[in-house]
């Protein structure tokens, strides 16, 4: 379903990967591993078709990414380094905007079992600002669950997460996948939990 | 498409007055550049009075100039202009959004209290309803050519100043206009055809501008 022929890129003058390709199918998940700077984030934001490639071409389903007419689009969704949760905004408010940017109702009651599944009790209504790095992180990946995208495209989701939150993530991604879902992801820790992850290694 | 217009423009306005001192800076901002013509130039009404347009006007355009900072920094930043991007919204109808969000909560603050600082350099009835209008249908147009620079600047290092040149040479012919129009009604003539130019600057400029920041903002992406 997600494709990828031929990929390669420069960052700066100099060649970052090139010749990468690779095939995700429903329940599949793919692993991006290599070390840092190796070129992990560029390759997850060229699937997403946010960064523009030298060469070769990302498809979903048959459709160029950088092309995906606008309902093809809501089947991607991407949680990145920076991961677009605003300070000034609680957790509840964060998840408001994010489900009137996929053009979607404002679903309190979703977003509030939401945030309890991810650990957020309790924190709803405070600002983003006043919570620590891990549940600012875990804010973010809530979004996951208020999806109903098939492929998911994953920077580093583990970053700050506490063991329980890792046990928890890694949950979700098998279940995702057991419903037929795609997982792209890079981590620099061992994701032994999951079953069958295709690893494409950079370096 | 319209509800996600709609929470975009929603989230601006209330991002912007929760964080208050943008407000307050900018607002400040006008009022101190104002009131420092008749510290400058001295306190005769006539010499005042022929400054006014002018310099409310330029205050106007400076404090819109200050006010870009942020529109869209802050989003690039923090991911959020990702998001939108990845968002299936047409990315001309999203930087409009936050274009008029912009307006709403930094310039039409500028707009509602020039006729006081109008009326503080001397301007009076028929003046000062002309400096508002002038300054309801140039502003916007200030913030829509400002949005160009905002968003070509992104991720350019020490861009505030680099953006006051590229975007204060984009500003003359609104300030040419917009002031002419004040001006115009102090000698008795008929302001209407400078506030028609401004009125034909918005309404080439809104459905323009859009595509413009678009792709300067598709480019700070890549």
């Not at chain 1, 950088?66 to 949760?85: P, T």
């Not at chain 1, 098939?150 to 890694?170: K, M, S």
């Amino acid at each position: 379903m997600l494709k990828a022929e031929g990929l390669s890129c420069r960052r700066g003058g100099r060649p970052l990967f090139s010749g990468i390709d690779f095939n995700v199918d429903p329940g599949q998940l793919l692993f991006v591993r290599g070390r840092n700077g190796c070129g992990k984030t560029t390759l997850l934001r060229a699937i997403c078709g946010l960064t523009a490639l030298e060469s070769g071409q990302v498809t979903l389903r048959g459709e160029d990414i950088r092309r995906l007419d606008e309902s093809a689009r809501a089947d991607l969704i991407y949680v990145g380094h920076r991961d677009a949760v605003k300070d000034e905004f609680t957790p509840l408010e964060n998840l408001a905007v994010q489900q009137g940017l996929r053009g979607e109702g404002f679903d309190e009651a979703r977003c509030l079992d939401a945030l309890e599944e991810v650990g957020l009790a309790g924190y709803e209504d405070i600002p983003v600002r006043y919570l620590s790095q891990g549940q600012r992180r875990r804010t973010a990946l809530s979004r996951l669950l208020l999806s109903s995208s098939p492929l998911w495209v994953l920077d580093e989701p583990l970053t700050a997460l506490d063991v329980r939150a890792v046990d928890w993530l890694l949950e979700l991604l098998e279940m995702h996948l057991a419903q037929g879902g795609l997982v792209v992801t890079t981590s620099h820790q061992p994701i032994d939990g999951l079953r069958e992850a295709n690893i494409l290694d950079l370096s | 498409m319209w509800r996600s217009l709609w929470t975009l423009v929603r989230r601006d306005v209330s991002l912007i007055v929760m964080r208050r001192q943008d407000i307050l800076t900018v607002v400040a901002f006008f009022i101190i550049v104002t009131t420092l013509f008749p510290l400058a130039v001295g306190p005769e009404p006539e010499i005042l009075r022929a400054l006014a347009p002018g310099g409310v006007w330029v205050a106007a355009a400076l404090a819109s100039l200050i006010s870009l900072d942020r529109l869209f920094a802050d989003d690039w930043r923090d991911g959020t202009l990702e998001q939108i991007v990845l968002s299936h919204q047409p990315l001309p109808m999203v930087a409009l959004g936050k274009i008029a969000a912009h307006w709403l909560s930094l310039g039409l603050p500028l707009v509602i209290l020039s006729p006081l600082l109008g009326y503080s350099l001397g301007l009076r009835g028929f003046e000062l309803v002309v400096l508002m209008g002038s300054l309801a249908l140039g502003t916007p147009v200030l913030s829509l050519l400002g949005a160009t620079g905002a968003a070509l600047m992104l991720g350019v290092r020490a861009g505030g100043a680099l953006m006051a040149l590229l975007v204060l040479p984009l500003y003359i012919p609104v300030l040419i206009i917009g002031s002419g129009a004040v001006s115009e009604a102090m000698h008795q003539a008929g302001p209407y055809a400078h506030l028609s130019l401004l009125g034909a600057m918005l309404a080439i400029a809104l459905p323009l501008v859009p595509l413009a920041v678009a792709g300067a903002l598709r480019i700070s992406l890549d």
